[in-house]
């Protein structure tokens, strides 16, 4: 999971928006969704293992240490801050958004004193504003559930391929067809054994071309003229399709 978040870091570092400026189309379409959610401007609060945060979506919370912080570290006797809003980056995509805070308190002798930053990933859960804290060492990474982030992953996953629904109508209609046709060839016609099965002669004539096909083509010596080649009129193969596809 940290693995994840620090390719998508990598990757989207360079896009410079921020909870404020509406620069580019992608961060603001994360921020209209926050905005939808009613989880934008406000503050949570979540405990990790050895501290408690309080946690500002694009908002200073309460009892900030300097104007501008975006998410403050509690710890027994201190506080850091872990991201300003002003250096904020929000990317997402349709079923998740990622919320960075740089420029935090600076680490003394650890994490290479780089300054603190902190990230929040939205993702689908079941219940909207339940952060879970994933990771609380130089990154810190929080995880935000919203509700409304599984509807469209649900979508998704609910929605056919053009290419299955289309097999699907036509094994209906095959099926329709064949059933349909038992029972008229043995009810109407009084057909019975083989000759139940409809059209069997267009069949029979059909089986009869594509063996036809097979030993033309497997069987083909390599000097006869290609005749039945599919873009030549004359062959063959193809002269029969159209009783074929005549009901
Ligand atoms: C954010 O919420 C605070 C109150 O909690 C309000 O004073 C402020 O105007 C809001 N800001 C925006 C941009 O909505
Ligand atoms: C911050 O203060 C506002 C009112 O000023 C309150 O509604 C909100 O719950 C507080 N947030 C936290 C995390 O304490
Ligand atoms: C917090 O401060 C008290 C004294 O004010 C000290 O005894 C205690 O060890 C400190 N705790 C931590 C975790 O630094
Ligand atoms: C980072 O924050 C410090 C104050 O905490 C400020 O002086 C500095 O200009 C900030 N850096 C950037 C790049 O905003
Ligand atoms: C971090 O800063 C301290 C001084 O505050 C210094 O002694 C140490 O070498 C620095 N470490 C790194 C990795 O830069
Ligand atoms: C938040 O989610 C965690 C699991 O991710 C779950 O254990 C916890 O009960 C949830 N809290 C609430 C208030 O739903």
Redesign the pocket.
Known sequence: MNRIILILLICCGSINANCNSPSDDESKIAREKLIKWKIYNKTYQVKGKTSTYEIGICSTPNNSINNGDAIIQK????SSSLGQLSQSNLVGEDNWILLTYENGSRFHNQCENKTRSASILFICGKKTGNITVIQESCNYVFQFQVAELCTSVVQVKNKMSGGAIFIIIILCLASAYLIGGFFYMRIQRGARGIDQIPNLDMWRKLGNLAADGCNFCCRCKTDAARSGYIFDDSGPDLRGDDDILAP
């Open positions: 710890l027994t006797n201190s």
